[in-house]
Structures are given as C-alpha cells and as structure tokens.
C-alpha cells in the first residue's frame, strides 16, 4: 500500500490477467510456450514471471506485456504473473498449469507377417499401440480406424487386390504426437489358392476312388 496524508492507493486485486498462451490443465508438444499478459494498474513499474517455482523476475515493464519460456521438460508445468506498481505494491498472482507430452506414441503391425502370401482377398491387420486413442491403418490407399482395447487393435479389410501389398499404422496422442509402425510388405494371391484348393479336392476324390477300388 501507498499512504499520502489520509489517502491509501494499492493495486487492484485482480491487478493482472493472462491473455494467452497454453490454456490450464492443457496438453502440449511444444518444448516452448508463449505467455501474454495484461495489468490494471495506472502506475505500472514491472511484470514479474516465475516458472515452476524457480523465483520471480522481471519480464516487462509494460502492459500488455509478454514472455516465452522455453526447454521444457515433459511433464506439468506452472507460469505465475504479478505486477509492481512505482512504489513496490505487488498485485495477486495469474497463474497457468499445463503439461508438454513431446513424446510420440508407439504402433506396430504384428499380423499379416512381413513376407507372407495370403490367399483371401480379407486382410485381417492386428497391431498394438501404446494410447488408447484410435489407431489408423492403411493398406495402398485404403485407410480405416480402429479402436484400441488393452493396448491392440484389429482392422479386417475386404476386397483387396492380388500382388504386393503393404500395410502400416499410426496413432496420434492428446498433445497432437503422432506415432508410425514400420511398413509391413505381403502379398495376397487368391488365383494360387483356389487352384490349390481344387488340386487338393481332385487329390482327395482320387484317394477315395482307389479305397473304394480296392475294396
């Protein structure tokens, strides 16, 4: 407080607003992150910022005011705002907690297998990921999503093309970190199996002719 004679001025209570900058209980993937800051107060001497807890110091002297942090950690984060007016009243705190997620998740294709030939025009992909969220997957320019249940995942495809094919996933988190498996190449010929089929269906007619034959 200032007193001159019977008169008392101090900051307004809420003296200081934050005006951007990452929202609270917000997620981020940036190591960095812009504050910008107004004050109420007529006779404005500085703005102060702290970060999670490391002390106070000045970061403008004017209103609006800014300030960027940067080399943030994963993990939650803390910036706190206060104004100073000309004789040293400190305003009430603005605060903003967040947390910076940089780290991308991970998905995988466990079936088909790399290098396999598969005699059904239906793919059955089956994969794991590290998020709950959606996973999405991709076989040449067909992309469905599927949902993860206890970290897998399945997406059957139908109508797919004889010849090499391949398949790959990926998964985006809350922070916008996108994650993406390996390519995995197979192939589907469905020709080769239903000839296969009918090889075996005459093989097995043959069989059957020469038992009965011999009885």
């Known amino acids: 407080k200032l ?6 001025c101090a900051l307004p209570i809420s003296s200081v607003s934050i005006t ?9 993937n940036s190591a960095s992150a812009s504050f910008g800051f107004t004050s109420a107060a007529s006779d404005l001497a500085r703005f102060e910022c702290e970060l999670d807890g490391a002390g106070f110091g000045a970061c403008g002297s004017s209103s609006p005011g800014s300030t960027t942090v940067s080399g943030l950690a994963d993990g939650g984060h803390t910036f706190k705002v206060r104004a100073v007016d000309a004789v040293g009243n400190i305003s009430t705190v603005a605060t903003r907690s967040w947390t910076v997620d940089r780290t991308a998740p991970v998905v995988a294709v466990t079936s088909p297998a ?20 959606s996973v999405s997957v991709t076989i040449g320019s ?17 109508g ?4 090499a094919r391949t398949v790959s996933a990926s998964q985006t988190d809350a922070a916008g970190n996108t994650g993406t498996s ?12 239903e000839e296969h ?3 075996l269906q005459s093989l ?7 038992l009965l034959e011999k009885k």
Not at 3 to 8: A, F, N, R, S
Not at 20 to 28: F, K, Q, V
Not at 143 to 156: D, I
Not at 204 to 210: D, E, F
């Open 182 to 193: 390996a390519t995995v190449s197979f192939s589907v010929d469905v020709t080769r199996s």
């Open 114 to 133: 790399g290098g396999s030939t598969l005699g059904s025009a239906t793919v059955v992909v089956t994969g794991v990921a590290s998020e709950a969220s």
């Open 142 to 158: 067909t992309t469905q999503v599927a949902s993860v249940s206890g970290g897998s995942w399945t997406s059957t495809f139908t």
């Open 197 to 199: 089929t009918s090889e």
């Open 160 to 163: 797919v093309a004889e010849g």
């Open 204 to 210: 097995a007619y043959l069989v059957c002719r020469l």
């Open 3 to 8: 007193e001159t004679g019977v008169q008392t």
């Open 20 to 28: 951007s900058g990452p929202s609270d209980a917000s997620t981020s």
